[in-house]
């Protein structure tokens, strides 16, 4: 993926893609964050909902659920429910 940067029309159409979404109470999920300042980017204009190689690794099942669990986002009773 090319690096999100401010002075990039990449930017241009990130931000209104958030904006919209954010007006129509829509959750967005940007994929591929792979550097601390595309993430600081993208928590700026709005997008709380990020994944990528900056923030964790591929994980099976089992390593997600223990990851939250230490990061205290996940507890043992919501997998118990499953």
Known sequence: MKPLLCSDP??????AIVGLA??????????????AEELKILQRIG?????????AL??????????????????SEIRAQR
């Open 10 to 15: 990449l930017f241009a159409i990130t931000d």
């Open 58 to 75: 591929p994980m099976s099942e089992e390593e997600i659920f223990l990851w939250l669990r230490s990061r205290g986002e996940i507890t």
């Open 22 to 35: 954010r007006k129509l109470c829509i959750k967005v999920l940007a994929e591929g964050v792979e550097t």
């Open 47 to 55: 997008c709380t909902c990020v994944q990528g190689y900056h923030l």
